[in-house]
């Protein structure tokens, strides 16, 4: 949409004056809840309405009196980072009766508030909406009781109601991730990864149980995430004989040398006939089969704590601001919705519709139609449950297809956390096909140097949790070595090319295209996977690494914050990687509760510069103790890191001091986070399918022939879709100079970073979510699930 067409609201419309919201958070707690309440509370305030916590979620509306409070900007400071939900939850049996709900109205029409925002699970918000349609017959009756006058029932005559989900499950249809989901994933990891170095030392199997008492997302997720032998999860049963089947599994992977072996079950597995499968029962069944020294972890309530991921607190951040646009775009005829995430892009679904769904998933189970549960799922839990199948089973040499190509796969580029996940699944999916696969060490100056071997089923176990490149990268671009690179590729016989890597990778892939003029070993399927930290690649909302480095800012920022508490006022001046690209900067800002994030795409000068300190000043005086400030290291050559903190050190003077930081390289290493993990391993798998698919299209005559556009691909997430872009077609969209895109979707939050830090500012919401129905299975090739 052009920028004069876009609709917008500015701070001077107050859209929502003389409106008053109340937000509550019921049913189990999930982290990010905090970060949903906040942009609720500092949104609503900034479209000039009342907003009201309602504590202790829908018993505090039953009782009344102090369990409803009027909240202000203070408030809502300095919960961000922290875990559960700070307006507390809890269970409600009295808002189940009539009685109950009457009392609830009562106390809502008191304070006039007729806008509710619900976070919680499908029950809370079945719930909020039964409430909605007893509305009026609930004024109605108290009006006769005489509890309010007549004026009332014209004044609040409708109740309006939006949900969020807040959910560790992922168990709520219609969205691609729940608030909490991601943080949960995060805790299983790394208990996962602990447990990994003391099962190798022992050589011991492990039984991890994980949440899910009608959902194995958080099952599947994660073995998918740390590469786990088996799995159990309760939509998908395993065949009678499972035992058996598992215990040979388990014994051909230690033959393979490996040392341990990972089971994750989740809490509410079953057999094909309704019989439970504990997490006890599988480690009897080991010991019983293989003598395996084996052990037992449940992790129980661990999932449900800690500090919410990056991701968790950036969803409920968007989902929050998009819960009050839907409310204050609501009519009387607009059915209860629900804000939520397809890919990258908010949605509003009709509430019930999503209930619905959710319900029929458990009706499925129930009648043991165990393939329609997994559909009913979602594209998404259908996709990782294939990729899991692909990846972790292995078929017989006998079953394998014979294609006879051979693909090789490298990473160029700096490192990034998520990329031996990527070469993992690549290796895999490319072996399950037939293909015989080639590893090619230190980029493109290991491939002119003949830095190339076939690399093995087994040789990929235990990358995916793994940081850095386990192959070796480097930034070197091919164009000097073409003729040595031709010829290693003659040698090797190398019939397709997987690139996993950055602004590099696309660079390298289109020195490759240019060369198909004089070489024909690079007349083949090409094709590139975005990995990078900066997130500066054209053609993709999302890179493989930029996740983990967006945790590392973000668990730093937190550290440094709490480093101020019990001091003197403090403002941090934190300096970002990113070159020229400021996503780092921008979404940790949005996702650390920064004041100011300072970035190349957005240009400031000194009077910008003079604004946020004044601003920052009037904020310390008032309220605030800890102020905390980005930028992205490239944002301007004149006004850098040290000028900025002498700055503001000089202005804050009697009323803050300033330290600063520059968090360099250890944005670039670490464990990659689940979501990388999932995220380049899914998408390699699917790159790995789309090369097969060209292999077979352009062998021709015993040889592979590809020279058409369509042939060297950049595979990216754009908004809902997973989308293979010919690079020449992305040449346009970049800006070479600086090494980004020239347009890039997230500078869409920097209004929203600025309105919950209390900036006046205008908020485009030509990109809000539209209301849409709920579809059993969305178009092919839909599923970005931005999550996993």
């Keep these: 949409m052009a920028q004069s067409e ?57 009782d009344g009196g102090e369990n409803i409070t009027e909240a202000t900007w203070e408030s809502v400071s300095s919960m961000l ?66 509890s309010i006058e007549q004026q009332s029932v014209q004044t609040y005559s409708a109740l309006h109601i939006v ?43 492990f039984v991890l149980e994980v949440m899910g008492r009608h959902c194995g997302y958080l099952a599947l997720v994660s073995a998918l995430a740390c590469g786990a032998d088996w799995v159990l999860i309760p939509e998908m049963p395993p065949e009678d004989g499972w035992e058996e089947k598992m215990c040979q599994k388990l014994s051909a992977t230690r033959s393979r040398g490996t040392r341990l072996n990972i089971i994750i079950v989740a809490e509410g597995s079953i057999d094909r006939h309704g019989k439970p499968i504990t997490s006890s029962i599988v480690k009897d069944l080991v010991v019983k089969c293989l003598g395996f020294d084996t052990r037992v972890t449940i992790l129980g309530h661990v999932q449900r704590g800690g500090t919410p991921s990056a991701f968790d607190r950036i969803l409920a951040s968007r989902m929050g601001v998009e819960a009050v646009l839907a409310l204050l775009e609501t009519t009387a005829n607009t059915p209860a919705c629900v804000v939520s995430l397809c890919g990258n892009q908010s949605v509003r679904l009709p509430l019930m519709e999503c209930v619905q769904m ?99 089923w087994a040789d990929v176990g235990g990358w995916t949790g793994q940081g850095g490149s386990l192959l070796g990268t480097k930034r070197t671009l ?24 950055g602004f590099e990778a696309l660079e390298s892939l289109l020195q490759l295209y240019e060369a198909r003029a004089t070489y024909e070993e690079f007349c083949i399927p090409m094709c590139m996977l975005p990995a990078t930290i900066s997130n500066n690649v054209p053609g993709t909302d999302l890179s493989i690494g930029a996740d983990t480095a967006l945790n590392a800012i973000v668990e730093t920022c937190d550290r440094i914050k709490q480093s101020a508490s019990g001091t003197k006022r403090r403002v941090f001046i934190i300096e970002t990687m990113g070159g020229y690209c400021g996503y780092l900067a921008t979404v940790a800002g949005l996702a650390a509760g920064a004041d100011a994030a300072y970035i ?117 997430m754009r908004r809902r879709a997973l989308i293979f872009q010919p690079v020449v077609q992305l040449k346009g969209e970049t800006d070479f100079v600086h090494r980004i895109p020239k347009e890039q979707w997230w500078l869409k939050l920097r209004p929203l970073m600025k309105i919950l830090a209390k900036y006046k500012t205008s908020y485009d919401v030509s990109d809000s979510g539209q209301l849409e129905h709920v579809v059993h299975n969305r178009p092919k090739d839909s599923d970005a699930s931005v999550a996993m």
């Design 6 to 62: 876009s609709k917008k609201i500015f701070f001077e419309n107050l859209y929502g004056a003389g409106k008053a919201i109340a937000v509550l958070t019921s049913g189990g707690d999930a982290q990010g809840m905090n970060a949903a309440v906040r942009a609720v509370v500092r949104m609503g305030l900034y479209v000039g309405a009342k907003v009201y916590f309602i504590r202790e979620g829908y018993q505090g509306m039953v």
């Design 81 to 146: 980072q922290v875990g559960g939900t700070v307006i507390g939850s809890a269970r409600c049996k009295d808002f189940r009766t009539h009685e109950g709900r009457l009392k609830a109205a009562l106390n809502l029409v008191k304070l006039g508030i007729t806008n509710l925002c619900v976070i919680g699970g499908d029950g809370s918000l079945t719930g909020a909406n039964l409430f909605r349609e007893e509305w009026s017959g609930l004024l109605a009756e108290l009006v006769e009781q005489g």
């Design 358 to 456: 959710t319900q029929e998933v458990q009706k499925a189970m129930d009648e043991k139609k165990f393939e329609e549960a997994v559909k009913l799922r979602g594209r998404s839990f259908e996709n990782n449950l294939k990729t899991y199948k692909l990846l972790a089973h292995r078929k017989p040499e006998s079953e394998l297809p014979i294609s006879n190509f051979n693909v090789a796969v490298l990473n160029v580029g700096a490192p990034a956390a998520g990329m031996n996940a990527a070469v993992r699944s690549a290796v895999r999916v490319g072996i399950s096909e037939g293909h015989k696969m080639f590893a090619v060490n230190d980029g493109f100056e290991g491939f002119y140097k003949g830095q190339i071997k076939e690399i093995k």
């Design 163 to 205: 949900g969020m989900v807040g959910s560790i499950d992922n168990d709520f249809c219609g969205t691609d991730m729940t608030i909490g989901t991601d943080s949960a994933l995060h805790r299983i990891i790394e208990v996962v990864d602990a447990i990994m170095t003391t099962a190798q030392s022992h050589q011991r199997t």
């Design 600 to 716: 190349y795409e957005e240009p400031f000068d000194i009077r910008d510069l003079q604004a946020n300190v004044e601003h920052l000043t009037e904020k310390m005086k008032t309220s605030i103790q800890r102020g905390l400030v980005l930028r992205n290291e490239n944002s301007n050559e004149n006004y850098t890191t040290d000028f900025i903190y002498q700055l503001y050190t000089e202005e804050g003077k009697g009323v803050f001091d300033c330290r600063k930081n520059v968090l360099g390289h250890m944005q670039q290493g670490g464990a990659p986070s689940p979501f990388d993990r999932n995220f380049g391993t899914k998408i390699s798998a699917k790159a790995m399918q789309w090369v097969t698919k060209k292999l077979v299209e352009t062998f021709r005559q015993g040889r592979v022939f590809a020279n058409t556009e369509d042939s060297c691909c950049l595979l990216g």
């Design 478 to 501: 091919p164009a000097k070595h073409v003729g040595k690179i031709a010829e290693q590729m003659r040698t090797h016989n190398i019939n397709a090319l997987l690139v996993i890597g």
